[in-house]
Structure formats: structure tokens, C-alpha cells
């Protein structure tokens, strides 16, 4: 038997836990005695026998560190190493062995081990070495930290182009929200860039290399969303012809971005519901449930608490993914954001369509501004890509949209009645002055000569119009 050599004193009593060990080791003694120590130390610590406990271990218990004996019943020490590295290539592993050369320490290193130690274990050593292992831990979250950051600034957030005060709101939520592991329901009208503000949830969430999936609920036949989602086992139903690892099992710590969840069958929604509340997702033909680790974000343009009301979506599925709600606002109600938004799609077009497009003429971008995209940024980016395709020149003009596209001020469009008329002007140059004031709602009224209070009414008006 091999002996552990204790300290002299009595190990401290923490009363937080420093982080979770696995200890593998076929000697009872030696792994019930580290297991005592380490609590001692105010770690959280477990224990295996053999390979497969461990890898039972590591789905559950999700260790920071493994001590893995070299020697094992089975599968040896170093091709578990393999194992858990491919598993969970974050996990650090430090090697045990009773026979320490030079061969054995440069195969543990080359493998990925971080570190080994040799029997009879000293327990001050153990700890100095796992101490050092925990800083150099930290010190990697915070180099991703950092990086994830500066990848948010530059690849997330500046993916949804705009300045005015409701996109502003939307990306101070994002920096909220985006850090935490909650579930986010998405809101908005289609063309609204839902998808955007998911993506830039993942790229700010805790595991941003891990995989964002997504789902469109309704482009997707009822029978087969459930194996879509969940996965299925071989010969589960006809044409199931191997085992299919669903969304959620792929996507590990990652994110599902359920797109259109209103649209989503009453039977899959009680599924749905089970897998967040048991944090487990059972495959389509399984008996055993597998672990559910992926964040979930859901997107809908419906108005869920009609459809809840209506019968048509769970009240219950529905307070689940709505821990926190973010509304993409309408285009219309950020006509000022349009001209960043042109800036920005331009170039993208003129880039893949190897044209030298420089921008759009004042009256161009007028019209771009002061019409109500009813498919909001997708309509708009479809009208430049058009646009693109078509001129002949190196800026955009109103001939290269069709005449129905761009809003004008003229009777045809409101026939002979004067009142409809001026209501149309009127509408027409309140967004066109609010859009030169970079939205600036209290410089727009000392500009129209309205008073502040007015304005917001015209604009609340406006609103309803729209939406009727």
C-alpha cells in the first residue's frame, strides 16, 4: 500500500469553495485521504476508482482539476488524459505516478497534462502545485475576459449599427445580460436584427468559443423539430437509420438560438419546458436523459402573452425563457440610425458585388430616411442591395429604386384630400428634421417650433398610423 505523508498540523477549514477536484486512483486509501484534505482546504472534491467513473465524474461534477493516477485498472492514466482532454479541454490534469522518470513526465506533458507528482504524495506539495494550477487558471479567464471583450467591441455589438437612444438601451441590456447564463426571450418584428442580438449575447456570454446553433421553429416540419432539438437513437423511428445527437447536446455550453418560438407544437413546447426546469434533455427512443448545458435564447415577432392567452404558446414555457426580454425596436422608430445603417450595408454590397459604390446623393438619403420600411432593416438592405446591382454610377440616386420604394411627398399618394396630404408632408418632415438631429427629440422641436410635449405626441401618433 502506498503511504500519503500528512502534514503536522490540522488542515485549515475554509467556508468557500476554492473549486471542484477530481481525484482517479484505484487505492482507496490514497483517494479518500486527498478527498479529506482538499475539503479541508475548501475545495469540493470527489473521488473514481477507474476511467469510467471518471468520465461519469466529469459530465456531472465538471471539475476544474483532475489528479489522475498513471496506473489504472483498464483504461491507464494517460489515455484517460486523452479522454478528458477531448471531453473538456478546459480541465487542467495533473498526473500521479509511483514511478517518476523522464519518459513518463515528457509523455504526461505532451499529452496536455499540466503538471505531475510522484508517490507518496506530500500533501504541501500537492497543494503549492494546485495552487499554481488555480492561478494560472485565473489568470487565462482573465486573458478571455479581456479578449472576449475586445471581441465584443469589434465583432458583436458593432453589428447592430446605430447610435440613437433605443439602440443604445438595447446594447447597455446586451452588456447586462450577455455575462450571465439566463435564459433571453428576444422580441421584435421580423427584419428587426433578432438574430444579430443573439449572436451578440454568445459573443458576450461565459463559453463564447463554444457553438451558437439555431433553429427556425417554423421552417421546420412538426415530426422531426423534436429529433432536430433533442436528438434520437437508431431505429427510433422510420428512417433513423444511426444515433443523432440533437442541438442542445451539440451546442455543450454554447447557445441555441430558437428562432420564431411562437410557432413551435404544443407537444414540443412540454418538452422544451421539461428540459429547462430538470436541466436534462432525453433523446427521441432514449431512456436515459443527458445533461442540459446549452443557454437558450428564443426569438419571436408574435405578441406571446396574446398567444398565451389565446392557448396557443404555455404560460408556463413562456415565463421560463422570459427570465429577461429585450425588444428590438422597429426602423421607424430610429429613422436617424438610417444613415449609419446605409453607411454600413453599402460597403457590404459594393464589396461583394466588386462595385465602387461611395454612397448616396442628399436627396437619396432623404427618401431613405423619411420612408416607413415595413420589413425594417431586411427590407432596407434588400432595397440597396437592388440599387447596387443596378446603377451606373458611384453614388445612388432615387432613379436606381423602383418609383413605389422611396417615399415622396405628392398627391398621388394621398389623392385630392388636402387634410391626408398635409398629414403625409407633415409626418414626412418631422422623421426628416428628427433624423438631422441625430434624434435629438428636444433640438427637433425648437427646430419645428413645437413644443416638446407636442412633438412627442405627433410622434406617438405616428406610431399607432404605423401599426394600424
Not at 484517460?80 to 478546459?90: C, N, S
Not at 413605389?404 to 398621388?412: A, H, I, Q, S, V
Request: hydrophobic share 40%; proline share 5%; aromatic share 4%.
Amino acid at each position: 500500500m502506498t503511504r500519503i505523508n500528512r502534514p503536522a498540523t490540522e488542515p485549515k477549514d475554509t467556508s468557500t469553495t476554492q473549486g471542484r477536484i477530481l481525484i482517479v486512483d484505484d487505492e482507496e486509501v490514497i483517494s479518500s485521504t486527498l478527498q479529506e484534505f482538499l475539503m479541508g482546504e475548501g475545495f469540493e472534491a470527489a473521488t473514481a476508482s477507474n476511467a469510467t467513473m471518471a468520465l461519469e465524474l466529469l459530465e456531472r461534477f465538471e471539475p476544474e482539476i483532475v489528479l489522475c493516477d498513471v496506473q489504472l485498472p483498464g483504461l491507464d492514466g494517460l489515455d484517460l488524459l486523452d479522454r478528458i482532454l477531448h471531453t473538456r479541454p478546459e480541465t487542467l490534469v495533473l498526473m500521479i505516478t509511483a514511478f517518476a522518470t523522464v519518459e513518463n513526465a515528457v509523455a504526461a506533458f505532451r499529452r496536455g497534462a499540466q503538471d505531475y507528482l510522484m508517490k507518496p504524495v506530500l500533501f504541501d506539495e500537492l497543494l503549492a502545485k494546485i495552487e499554481r494550477l488555480i492561478g494560472f487558471r485565473r489568470l487565462v479567464r482573465q486573458n478571455l475576459a479581456l479578449r472576449r471583450q475586445l471581441h465584443l467591441d469589434q465583432a458583436g455589438l458593432d453589428g447592430l449599427i446605430g447610435n440613437s437612444q433605443v439602440m443604445l438601451d438595447v446594447k447597455n441590456m446586451l452588456r447586462k445580460v450577455g455575462p450571465t447564463r439566463s435564459n433571453v426571450l428576444i422580441s421584435g418584428e421580423s427584419g428587426t436584427g433578432k438574430e444579430l442580438v443573439a449572436r451578440a449575447l454568445h459573443t458576450l456570454g461565459v463559453e463564447p468559443d463554444e457553438p451558437f446553433l439555431a433553429v427556425n421553429c417554423a421552417a421546420i416540419p412538426v415530426e422531426l423539430l423534436e429529433s432536430q432539438l433533442f436528438g434520437h437513437l437508431k431505429g427510433s423511428f422510420t428512417g433513423a437509420d444511426r444515433d443523432q445527437a440533437g442541438l442542445f447536446a451539440a451546442a455543450g455550453r454554447g447557445t441555441v438560438f430558437l428562432d420564431e418560438i411562437g410557432e413551435m407544437p404544443h407537444v414540443t413546447q412540454a418538452k422544451l419546458l421539461r428540459a429547462i426546469e430538470n436541466k436534462e434533455i432525453l433523446p427521441v427512443g432514449a431512456t436515459r436523459s443527458r445533461p442540459l448545458k446549452a443557454r437558450i435564447v428564443a426569438a419571436t415577432n408574435k405578441d406571446l402573452p396574446v398567444e398565451v392567452a389565446a392557448g396557443r404558446f404555455r404560460a408556463d414555457l413562456y415565463y421560463r425563457l422570459n427570465v429577461v426580454n429585450l425588444r428590438m425596436p422597429p426602423l421607424r422608430d430610429r429613422a436617424e440610425d438610417i444613415p449609419m445603417l446605409v453607411s454600413h450595408l453599402l460597403a457590404r454590397h459594393a464589396r461583394s458585388l466588386g462595385k465602387p459604390i461611395s454612397g448616396v446623393d442628399n436627396e437619396t438619403m432623404r427618401r431613405l430616411q423619411a420612408t416607413v420600411w415595413k420589413g425594417n432593416v431586411r427590407e432596407l438592405d434588400n432595397a440597396l442591395e437592388r440599387a447596387v446591382i443596378l446603377t451606373d454610377g458611384p453614388l445612388l440616386t432615387p432613379d436606381d429604386f423602383p418609383t413605389d420604394w422611396l417615399t415622396e411627398t405628392d398627391p398621388g399618394e394621398t389623392g385630392d384630400d388636402l387634410r391626408a396630404f398635409l398629414a403625409h408632408a407633415e409626418r414626412a418632415h418631422i422623421r426628416r428634421v428628427l433624423a438631422r438631429c441625430g434624434g435629438d427629440k428636444r433640438e427637433a422641436a425648437r427646430r419645428l417650433c413645437l413644443g416638446l410635449s407636442s412633438l412627442y405626441r405627433k410622434l406617438e401618433d405616428f406610431q399607432e398610423s404605423d401599426r394600424g
